[in-house]
């Protein structure tokens, strides 16, 4: 699952599938986190939230999770210049603002592709970044 060439990131909404119980797709976002892609301090803040509003998780069971994402992931922290180039994409394409912010981080990152669910699918972004949904068969 890893690209060819360059570096890939990961939304949020991928890795919460490690904790899913959905096996196809617990394996496609293992094989992704097996990879060590970049990831944002948004997409910790976004799991841990999803995994305890949502999830109802034990919040220890929610702490390995995201020390699990610490050691195998890139981890980029959002500054102002992402924010910038967030709500620049932001009024340049569809997408949430939110959205934008992860688009944005991959980009800063210097990532060729962003694995995701909630974009569309063969997007590219800045003629640099193509969104893969790895749940597709």
């Known amino acids: 699952m890893q690209p060819t060439n360059g570096k890939f990131f990961s939304d949020s909404n991928v ?4 904790l899913d ?5 617990k394996a496609k976002a ?10 944002s301090t948004q997409v910790i803040n976004e799991n841990i939230n999803v ?16 020390e699990m994402l610490l050691i195998k992931c890139d ?8 924010i910038r180039l967030a709500y620049r994409i932001f009024t340049r394409y569809q ?8 688009l944005a981080s991959a980009l800063e990152s210097d990532c060729t592709i962003l694995y995701s669910e909630d974009m569309q699918h063969n997007q590219m972004i800045a003629q640099k970044l193509h969104i893969i949904n790895p749940f597709l068969k």
């Open 75 to 82: 981890v980029m922290v959002l500054s102002i210049d992402t």
């Open 51 to 66: 995994a305890y509003k949502e999830f109802h998780l034990p919040k220890q069971k929610i702490i390995e999770h995201i």
């Open 21 to 25: 119980k959905d096996e196809f797709k």
């Open 95 to 102: 997408y949430r603002y939110y959205d934008c912010l992860i």
């Open 30 to 39: 293992e094989e992704i986190l097996f990879n060590n892609p970049v990831i």
């Open 15 to 18: 890795l919460l599938y490690l």
